[in-house]
């Protein structure tokens, strides 16, 4: 492993990015007829204010972030979460002891919403695709109750197309952490073996990537498989690695919040032709993949350049449903290269490349890159992939 540490970009922002992020939530509001935004779950929570804590991990306690027409958020949270909160950029922090089922804050968050969208207004909460309330339904249909004369508004646009286009802050770490694990699969022959476990070989990725300098890693998925894999998101297993058998470690890992999603594929000791030739294919549908993604490019676009690498060099089929996605504060972001996703590439917004396909009956090859859209080509933030499946010896 490389001892090397790369130099690490500054945690956290300037107060000035969750101000340009406010007003510009608050210029679509306008637009939109909304009062205020309410707003529950981590990312959009810490998108709005820097509160970064994995306390989110339990679902006991719910959290509040009230975005008003004018002036700063408001945040509704449990006093264990006050000190925290305090340090951000916020100025205006209500709390109340929790756990408390009888009354989880939504008596504070009613009367901070009457102040705030005060007579008969709309309130904005996020409700459509890849969002949820996160909130008892019992404690949200007690909310609306408490506010007759407000209307609860679908605000998923807005927060939407806020966050799909990153600010240079937060590409700057979406690339450190992709370098990092870059750096983790290059070296990753180096620790792995022939005859290891599924489960040994993991550890030891995680224990490479901590010691590269990632924060944590949230999501690894993937296994052995003889002559492919057949299922790429169970958990490991005690099965060996053994000659002839196909890795693949697709990844997640973290820096200050901002998430890697990509993947990389080795063979132990050689590997078939078959196999030879459905890497050589996706890797060829993510070079399509390259090359269609540009500014004003849509989705479906990114996807059927793709898909048709992958249908021309003889793919039985991908029932995953897409092909990349965007990415950042979250493993899985909007948008969603799929047909039917209309939506256009803007500079700087982050997504992944990953061309998948069946390439043999019950046999899967994925590939996965992450790049950020620019004026002209997209800059790879993941460093690419070997072109020649890499083997293990």
């Known amino acids: 492993m490389n001892d090397q540490r790369v130099p690490e970009p500054t945690r956290g922002f300037p107060e000035q990015e ?22 529950m779950t981590e990312p959009e929570v810490r998108y709005f204010s820097g ?11 719910p959290w509040f972030l009230v975005i008003p027409a004018t002036g ?13 909160m305090e340090r951000t950029w916020l100025d205006d922090v209500h709390t109340w002891s929790s756990p408390n089922p009888e009354d989880e804050g939504i008596s504070i968050l009613t009367d901070v919403l009457r102040g705030i969208a005060a007579g008969s207004k709309s ?22 109750s408490a506010l007759p004369n407000h209307s609860f508004i679908d605000a998923t646009p807005i927060i939407r197309e806020l966050r799909m286009t990153k600010s240079e802050t937060e590409i700057g770490k979406i690339g450190h952490v992709c370098s990092l694990m870059s750096t983790v699969f290059e070296t990753l022959p180096n620790f792995v073996h022939t005859g290891m476990s599924e489960t040994d070989i993991f550890r030891e990725f995680k224990k490479a990537a901590l010691d590269q300098g990632v924060d944590d890693v949230a999501y690894l998925v993937g296994g052995v498989g003889q002559g492919g894999l057949e299922d790429i998101i169970s958990p490991p297993s005690s099965q060996q690695a053994q000659a002839g058998d196909i890795l693949m470690l697709d ?8 998430f890697c999603d990509f993947d990389r594929n080795y063979a132990f000791g050689h590997a078939d032709d078959a196999v030879k030739r459905a890497y ?23 996807f059927h350049a793709m898909q048709s690498v992958m249908d021309a060099g003889g793919a039985l089929g991908n029932d995953v449903g897409r092909i990349g996605h965007g990415l950042g504060m979250q493993l899985t972001e909007w948008p969603s290269h799929r047909p ?20 043999v009956p019950g046999k899967v090859m994925v590939h996965e890159e992450n790049i950020v859209i620019r004026d002209g080509s997209p800059e790879l933030l993941s460093r690419r992939a070997p072109a020649e499946l890499p083997i293990i010896g």
């Open 18 to 39: 969750f101000a340009t992020r406010t007003d510009a939530a608050q210029q679509a509001m306008r637009a939109q007829g909304l009062d205020a935004i309410l707003v």
């Open 51 to 61: 509160f970064l804590t994995p306390f989110w991990q339990s679902p006991t306690r």
């Open 72 to 84: 700063k958020p408001v945040a509704v949270i449990p006093a264990i979460g006050a000190a925290v």
């Open 123 to 144: 309130i904005g909460v996020p409700m459509g695709p890849e969002t949820q309330i996160r909130m008892p339904l019992l404690d949200f249909e007690r909310l609306k």
């Open 251 to 258: 990844t997640g890992a973290t820096f200050d919040g901002y």
């Open 280 to 302: 050589e294919i996706v890797f060829k549908a993510t070079n399509a993949g390259l090359d269609a993604a540009r500014p004003g490019a849509r989705c479906e676009d990114i």
């Open 340 to 359: 039917g996703d209309t939506t256009e590439l803007n500079s700087g917004m982050v997504i992944t490349l990953e061309p998948g396909m069946e390439f």
